[in-house]
């Protein structure tokens, strides 16, 4: 594992009017591996998330990805990642072989056989629109466009959110399949604690804007006399 | 609240109360002209001031109130399934409740505008404005455009045309009758069973949308192999998305239009006036309709969007670029079908006389430039009229949507009178001619003073390098320079000077606000 941070996060604070989404957050996410990012509901998850990608402007501290400005060099940030989240708006009527050839477009290191093979896996009848698709396809559909690229950091916010079993085995398979290869970085936002036991490397939980915890799952578990991350959860965040 | 009827009538109030209050706040600003500025009926010249005077916002307001009573801004037109909205249909009341109480909010806004232009506009001496039939006849628009909107269809796009040409029929049969000079019963009796038979529908049309059922013929249609799409770089392939997404509306909506304004010339091909007043609301269809499709194109940018891998110049550049594409394909219907049925109606001798007369007049090649200009600058602002409102709708704040809408409107109601009362005082007109020249050089100064501001903000941010605005400001300098020397060779300087042409083409190229939107699309896509 290389030690050179993908994600450098320092003293990130936003507010939203009167509410404080981010206070001085401060995170560094090594390149190589799986980081899951945990907490309650409106814990900000997602606006640190969307910092990252560059959809929200550092109020104050700073952002960096690959070393870069999302902000400033959305290209050179956003070509590298690859993203899904829970409301994963594909446009509904396109049909799926439309997505996957207007989505290969922007990206050079689209891996044509990669996503065929990914498309027969999950199951999507490439006629098929959007639109018509299942709530479980529409994710596996997101997912595909996320991974054909080989990106070399996969972002998931609250991908498995109110999705079926066999569809949040496909999202973990991902996962897994992602960071084979070496190098490959994933940030893996959920509150589904069980799911990011199974995979992480490293968890950082968040609660009302500011990290309370951020360790590897290794150092975490042993610290806690063999806790799961639920229960370590419970003690250092509460029900927040 | 406590009655479904009262939830209904919250939701529609709390949601639009923007555009309400502006319609409020317009018909108070009318009254208070008519009441304290214009105390009697005026005498208008002609007709087309009087409707500019009171039709032209009055228009704008009748067309809001279908919009939003159909439930029509938040939906997609073009699509099978009811704009209905769905989440409606989980609530427990009757299919009847549903359609009665949003159908009977719309019959009473409209009726209401009616009451309200009859009382407060300035009409012109001595024409006898009806009382009911008008409010029965919006009512009835009202009622059956919620009916077709909220009808779920068997085939993509087949909303649009059923409800242009129901509706059209509806205002043809009033119209044969207004030429027949019918009298008010009879018209009330023609119009009367129209909003109970829209609610009828409508109970149906809802009933089938809550049960899910929406027919499909394409299920019918032999079953096409998907077309091989190539798209070599990011920029294309969101062009694409651009062209499917919106480009298709405008030459869409001009082909189903444009058709119908002709084949009035088979109707009046022995009144010259009447068949030069069709060709020219046929030429100006495409602008005057791309200014309601702008508001699409210009549509807030999804989280899908502003994750694509793409500079935000190269974002606009792809709406730039589905503009021009569909400016050029909602023009070809135009090129193709005005020729065609000028001949088949006869009229084409006519218009050949009067391009006879302009040859004799300036001679040949200025005749020829004259109509490629015209046709040119067709074109042109077709495009305009789409693009320019992108520095707003790219913002993605729907408070500057809505502040804007509500500034054009004020606009009008106040540049409209004003424009008239300047038209019928010699000495104001008098005066508005020496400082013409001094407001346009004002205007000129405002404009490229926002036009530095916006450039350098691009700058600053890092959304275009120096020569990149260096070759646009280049571009424009071109484009203002070809058109005003073009203008120069044409326009007789006895009419013109020279240099208060060089200030209409300044203001006319645009510049500041096409410059604008990768700024505001910026500040939309990293909030």
Redesign the interface.
Known sequence: MVSESVIAVSELTRRFGATTALASVTLSVPRGGVYGLVGANGAGKTTLIRHI?????AESGSVRVFGRDP??D??G???RIG?L?E?N???G???V??LL???????PAWDDAYAEELRRTFALD??AKIKNLSKGQKARAGLLVALAYRPELLVLDEPSSGLDPIVRRDILGAVIRTIADEGRTVLFSSHLLDEVEQVADHVTMISRGMIALSAPLRTLKESHGGMTLDEIFLAHVGTA | MRSPAAAIAWELRRRHRWGLHAVLTYLAVLAAVRIFVVRHPVDFENDQTFALVVVVPLTATFIYFLAVFSFGLSGDLAARQSMYPARLFTLPVTTAALVRWPMLYGAAAMAALWFATRLLAVWPAGTDVPVVWPALLAASLMAWTQTLTWMPYALPGLRVMVTILWLATIDAVVLLALQHKTPEPVMLAILAPHVPLAYLTARFAVGRARRGDVPDWRRTRIARPPRALAHARGDQAQAWLEWRQHGRSLPAMVTIVVPLELLLLFAFREAPVIVFEILAAVLLTPPFMAAFVAGTLSGGVTPFIAMRPLTNASLVGAKLKVAMRSTVIAWLPIVIAVPLMLRLSGTLPLVLDWARQLIDVVGGPRATAIALLVLAALLALTWKQLVQSLCIGMSGREWLVKASVFATLSFLAVIVPLAHWIIGSRQAMAMLWNLLPWILAVLVCVKLAAAVWVAARLYDRGLFGGRALVIGAIGWDVAVLAVYGLLVWILPTLLFQQYFLALIVILAIPLTRLAAAPLALAWNRHR
């Open positions: 990608l560059g959809l929200l402007r902000v400033a959305p290209v940030v956003l070509s993203y989240s409301e708006d594909l446009p009527w396109m049909r072989d439309e050839r207007y989505s290969r477009a922007f990206y490439p006629t």
